[in-house]
């Protein structure tokens, strides 16, 4: 059974940091993109950051780049997303998610719509 598990959510201070992990089983992890996605309440959903089957390529939101880092570890089925200087704007629900499309082995997209499975998500809240 295919299942990707989110975790290291929590509660953090402005300027703090957080690392989140998912956790894929179940599938060929390594032929497969993985995305990370937030969802804030009352708005819509929005692609974080996403990393390529072979790990080489990576994406971001202008809104977290140069404060979030996306890695893959094939050999351990695992995904992180490297969280720092963290903003109350970044507060929402995380959602990892895994994509089969496949263009290249360094291809990765940001568009939710193309992802075929999907975490249960972690709450991340930054507030004071």
């Known amino acids: 059974q295919l299942q990707l598990v989110e975790s290291g959510g929590g509660l953090v201070q402005p300027g703090g940091s957080l690392r989140l992990s998912c956790a894929a089983s179940?599938?060929?992890?390594?032929?497969?993109?993985i995305g990370w996605f937030r969802q804030a309440p009352g708005k819509e959903r929005e692609g974080v950051s996403c990393?390529?089957?072979?790990?080489?390529?990576?994406n971001y939101a202008d809104s977290v780049k140069g404060r979030f880092t996306i890695s893959r570890d094939n050999a351990k089925n695992m995904v992180y997303l490297q969280m720092n200087s963290l903003k109350p704007e970044d507060t929402a629900i995380y959602y990892c998610?895994?994509?089969?499309?496949?263009?290249?082995?360094?291809?990765?997209?940001?568009?939710?719509?193309?992802?075929?499975?999907w975490g249960q998500g972690t709450q991340v809240t930054v507030s004071s």
């Open positions: 998610a895994a994509d089969a499309t496949y263009y290249s082995e360094n291809y990765s997209t940001l568009n939710g719509y193309e992802y075929d499975y």
């Open positions: 179940g599938f060929t992890f390594d032929y497969y993109a």
């Open positions: 990393v390529s089957r072979s790990g080489l390529s990576t």
